[in-house]
């Protein structure tokens, strides 16, 4: 059995925060080559400012699945709690992918 401990409730379940899945929302309007739909979208976004939606993006292109998930945990303040209770072994090991449950 598998556990997640990460705090994700209803928010996380049914749309999440723009910073969660802007970034990625963006990069495939460029990747399908929708550059009016990625600019419209970018002004569109009143929570996020084009400045920082840009270097999102940018950042969501480079990096890793894993380090983009260790940059929202950073961001949300999860790890600074988690490092309060979990040991820097358990921190610093990789993520791994599970099997979905049964």
């Known amino acids: 059995m598998d556990v997640v401990i990460t705090g994700a409730a209803a928010d996380e379940m049914l749309a999440g925060y723009p910073g969660d899945y ?3 929302f963006l990069r495939g309007r460029l990747q399908s080559a929708d550059l009016r739909g990625f600019v419209r ?6 929570e996020i ?3 920082r939606s840009l270097v999102s993006v940018a950042l969501d292109g480079l990096l890793t699945e894993e380090a983009r998930a260790g940059a929202g ?3 949300s303040g999860e790890s600074a709690l988690l ?3 979990l040991s820097p072994a358990v921190l610093a ?3 791994e992918a599970s099997e979905p449950a049964r």
């Open 22 to 24: 802007l970034a990625p």
């Open 41 to 46: 979208e970018i002004f569109k976004n009143t």
């Open 49 to 51: 400012a084009v400045a």
């Open 83 to 85: 490092s309060g209770v």
């Open 93 to 95: 090991a990789p993520a």
């Open 73 to 75: 945990r950073w961001r």
